[in-house]
Every structure is written in structure tokens, then in C-alpha cells.
């Protein structure tokens, strides 16, 4: 019987040339790559608005812009890094390269509806973009009514790019599970999936559930605008505050879609770089699926000082404490890993360890935050400023940074210089602790968020956190830089450079474009080390 004989030069990204086979390309790494590339651009606009925000901030009084300019710039900032950066930025690119190879798959199940889904993104993003032209949208990311229903400027256009935005989430969360339930290589049953795949397929779920809440809520919203119905119009009999129960019960499912799949990738680091097999897989993977059922049902801690009944925020304040719990089982077996561990201290662990730092700050004043007394003080300032992101920023970059290096010669079959890649570690950590944390101390002072101007007594701690962001974005551009020069003249690297034990190591660097020459057969769970 003849055998098929394989290209050992050909790979996913020579096997066809020119921009036209990327545009309509249905390989699932092709498309991971377009994501990154879409994402990493988005960054750098979300990312130049936030410079922006912190050179206005430097100072007390005016600085480069007004206060109407001020909300334009802060909403296109928030906007921008949520809908179309953290949101997608894991499950979409890493997610969309890195899924089928950890289970042993050619690609999704629906390869078409996987490109559909990023171009969802860029139209989506584009019309979103196109309202800087119509006055921009000086709303907030958060699109509150009734201002958002009166004000003339091209928040339509905004809310209709969020709308088509979330279709691409949807599509892709949708693509995931059918993939994981229906793609596995023999042998790979659910105990023996890698913990990356348990954090995206949870993430799939609360994708395909909540998503379409924001959806119907942006299409009333849009209704209310152009038709006039009383929904959230008081003027028209509506209820503003209905805006925010709908809003935030998409929303805070929505910071879990943003950091289950961070949590997905510090677990792979951790196990990879602490050569050990992972302390409670289970508990772990499991962890996952109770961080996305109970995230359904904490959405009125946003809302404490709005006018809800005594009960209902006494239940959210509760159930919003339960979230620590296994979340708390995942940090706790990250480290029980680590120990005693023969870590290597490559710039993907350095990424993994600083996320542990910075989501367990996050995740503590969360807490904090979760106590309704404490919450009446701390609403709406700077102390929440800093909870979020430490939590999103300093969690989800984070794990988007280990995960990029980590995969990177999986990606692109080179390595990255490992000293200029530990050089943005370090401006990134220490800059973004010089950024948020003088925030909690702002927001315990009563510095309140979103304003255009502040008192004089908050300048010096401003002045920090302004230093602080200048800081992160040197560190993100030598990552950038370390990400380009990987490419051009990195290192060429073998099947396997780190050791890890997952399918996706066991073929070529970069993968074929049917990813493996030969089925691969799973015989063992996906962390064992002998």
C-alpha cells in the first residue's frame, strides 16, 4: 500500500501565497493570525487613546483636550480595549490556533463560520470606528441611558458596531463547543483535556448564553433611538435602570469571557515551565465550569446604590464573595504546582507569575468591593478604576503576553529573544503596579472615575499613575519589537522547545496545514510527568 510522502518546508503559512488566500482562508490558524493581527492593532489605538487619557490626567486643570474630548477619548478607550481587545483577544487568536492541535483536530467543526466570525469583527469594528467622524461618542463604554438615547453624535453607529461585534463572539463560542464535543483524537476523553481547552470551552458557554443578552439590549437601545419607544426613556415611561440590569448581566459574564481563558493559559505555563504534572486537574477544570455558572448571578453588585431592595443586595454581595472560591482553587493549585517545582524562569513563567500577582489583587478588592458598605463609599471612584484593572488589564494582558511568547514557536517555528522578552516583562509589571495601585489610594481619598478634572490634594498620585502608563507602553512596544524580530531572525525552533506535554508539541514547528501527518492517539492525561 502506498504512503502519502510530506513536504517537511511546507507549512500553514506557505502552503498557499498571496493577501487573497489569508482573506478567504477557512484554516483555523490562518484565521488565529488574522485575529492576532486585528487585535494587536486595536491595542495600539485603545492603547494611544489611554496614553492620551493619563497626559490629560498629569495635571489638574487642562491640559491637550477639553471635557467633552476627555469622554470622547475615555469612551473610545474603553470601548475599544472590552469589545474588540480582551474580549477576543484570547479565545480568537490563541484560542483559534492553539484548540484543534491540543486536541488532536484538523481544524473547527465549521471552518466557514470561523471566518465569518472575524470578519464580524472588522465590520463590526469598522462602523464602530466610522463614528469618530459623526461627533464621536462621549457615552462611556458602558452606553448608559438616558443620555445615551438624547445625545446627538454617533453613538448609533458605536452601539451597531458592539452588535455586529458580539455575533463574531457568538460564532466563535458556538464553533468551540461543537468542537470539542465532536473533534476529539481518539483516546481524549474530557479528563484528559488539556486545562486550556476546559477554561475556553466554559468561556465558549457563557459566550453562546450571555452574548445575546447584550445583543437584544444594544437593539432596544437602537429602537429607542431612532423610534422612540419608552424603554429606558423616563420621559417615554422607560426605566434607565433596566438599561443596567441588562447591561451588566451580559457584562460581568463578560469579564469572566475576558479572564477564564488568561486562567486557561496560566495553567498550561505553570505546568509546562514547572516540569511537574498539574496539582488538581479536576479541581481545576472543574473550577472553570463553577466560575462560569455562578458569574451569571452576580451581576446586581453593580448595582448597590441604584434603589434595589435590601435583599436583592445582601444575595448579590453573597453569591459575588462565591465567585472567590474557585477562583481561589485555581491560584491555590497554581502554586501547590509551582512548588518545589524545576522552573524555568523564561519569559512565558515570568508572564504566568505576574498574572498570579496582579489577579490576586484584583480579586481581593473585588472582594472588598463585594461588602455593600464598603462598596457605597468606594462607587464610582478611582478605587474602582484600579479593581478592574488589575483584574482585565493586568490579568488578561498578562496571559495574552505569556501565551504569545510561549506559542510563538509553535506559531511561527522561531524563538524569541528571551532578554528583551524578560526587558517588557519587567516594564510592563512594574509599570502597570505604578499605574493602578496609587489608584486604590485615590479612590479611598474619594477621587471620583470618568471625571475630566480633579482637586488639587490628588495631583501627586496622578502624576505617578500618568509615569506608570508611559511606562507599560514602552513595555508593550519592546514586546512588540521582541514579536517582530522572532519573526525575521529569531531562532529556528524544533517540534518541542519547552518541553510540554500537550498534542499541539507533538508535530512541526509551524504546524502542517492539516496539523498532524498521522492521527495522533491520547493515552494519558495531558500533564504527566515521569
Known amino acids: 500500500m502506498a504512503t502519502a510522502t510530506h513536504d517537511p518546508n511546507k507549512n500553514y503559512i506557505n502552503e498557499k501565497s498571496g493577501i487573497w488566500s489569508w482573506l478567504t482562508t477557512l484554516d483555523h490558524k490562518r484565521i488565529g493570525i488574522l485575529y ?178 447584550l445583543a437584544i439590549t444594544l437593539l432596544l437601545l437602537t429602537a429607542e433611538r431612532v423610534l422612540g419607544i419608552g424603554i429606558f426613556d423616563p420621559k417615554l415611561g422607560g426605566d434607565p435602570v433596566l438599561f443596567q440590569h441588562f447591561f451588566w448581566f451580559y457584562s460581568h459574564p463578560a469579564v469572566y469571557i475576558m479572564i477564564l481563558p488568561a486562567m486557561g493559559v496560566v495553567s498550561e505555563l505553570i505546568a509546562t515551565f514547572s516540569h511537574k504534572t498539574i496539582f488538581g486537574y479536576k479541581a481545576i477544570a472543574l473550577s472553570s465550569v463553577g466560575i462560569a455558572a455562578v458569574s451569571f448571578f452576580v451581576w446586581g453588585h453593580h448595582l448597590f446604590v441604584s434603589g434595589q431592595s435590601e435583599v436583592a443586595g445582601i444575595l448579590f454581595s453573597f453569591i459575588t464573595m462565591l465567585v472567590g472560591v474557585p477562583t481561589a482553587i485555581k491560584v491555590f493549585n497554581w502554586v501547590a504546582t509551582l512548588y518545589r517545582g524545576s522552573m524555568r524562569f523564561d519569559s512565558p513563567l515570568l508572564f504566568a507569575l505576574g498574572f498570579i500577582f496582579l489577579f490576586t489583587i484584583g480579586g481581593v478588592t473585588g472582594i ?70 496609587p489608584q486604590f489610594i485615590l479612590g479611598a481619598m474619594g477621587m471620583p472615575r470618568r471625571y475630566y478634572d480633579y482637586l488639587p490634594e490628588y495631583q501627586s498620585l496622578n502624576r505617578i499613575s500618568s509615569v506608570g502608563a508611559w511606562t507599560i507602553g514602552t513595555g508593550f512596544l519592546v514586546g512588540l519589537f521582541v514579536i517582530i524580530h522572532g519573526m525575521r531572525k529569531g531562532v529556528k525552533a524544533g517540534p518541542n522547545p519547552w518541553g510540554g506535554k500537550t498534542l499541539e508539541w507533538q508535530t512541526a514547528s509551524p504546524p502542517p496545514h492539516e496539523n498532524f501527518h498521522v492521527q495522533p492517539v491520547v493515552t494519558a492525561g495531558p500533564y504527566e510527568y515521569r
Open 36 to 213: 492576532m493581527i486585528s487585535v494587536m492593532s486595536f491595542f495600539a489605538i485603545g492603547g494611544t487613546f489611554a496614553m492620551l487619557l493619563r497626559w490629560e490626567l498629569f495635571s489638574a486643570g487642562r491640559n491637550i483636550m477639553d471635557a467633552h474630548q476627555y469622554n470622547q477619548v475615555f469612551t473610545f478607550h474603553g470601548a475599544i480595549m472590552v469589545f474588540m481587545v480582551i474580549i477576543p483577544g484570547i479565545p480568537a487568536f490563541l484560542g483559534n490556533f492553539i484548540l484543534p492541535l491540543q486536541i488532536g483536530a484538523k481544524d473547527v467543526a465549521f471552518p466557514r463560520v470561523n471566518l465569518m466570525s472575524w470578519y464580524c469583527l472588522m465590520i463590526g469594528a469598522a462602523i464602530a470606528f466610522f463614528s469618530l467622524f459623526y461627533n464621536g461618542v462621549d457615552t462611556g463604554w458602558t452606553f448608559y441611558t438616558p443620555y445615551s438615547i438624547s445625545t446627538q453624535n454617533g453613538t448609533l453607529l458605536m452601539v451597531v458596531g458592539a452588535f455586529i461585534i458580539g455575533f463574531s463572539s457568538i460564532l466563535t463560542g458556538l464553533n468551540f463547543i461543537v468542537t470539542v464535543h465532536k473533534l476529539r483524537a481518539p483516546g481524549m476523553s474530557f479528563w484528559r483535556l488539556p486545562l486550556f481547552i476546559w477554561a475556553l470551552y466554559s468561556t465558549a458557554l457563557l459566550q453562546i448564553l450571555a452574548t445575546p443578552v
Open 368 to 437: 472588598i468591593l463585594a461588602v455593600i458598605g464598603v462598596d457605597v463609599h468606594f462607587h464610582d471612584t478611582y478605587f474602582v478604576v484600579a479593581h478592574f484593572h488589575y483584574v482585565m488589564v493586568g490579568g488578561t494582558l498578562m496571559a495574552i503576553m505569556g501565551g504569545i511568547y510561549y506559542w510563538f514557536p509553535k506559531m511561527f517555528g522561531r524563538m524569541v529573544n528571551e532578554f528583551w522578552a524578560r526587558i517588557s516583562f519587567v516594564l510592563i509589571f512594574v509599570g502597570f503596579n505604578v499605574t493602578f495601585f
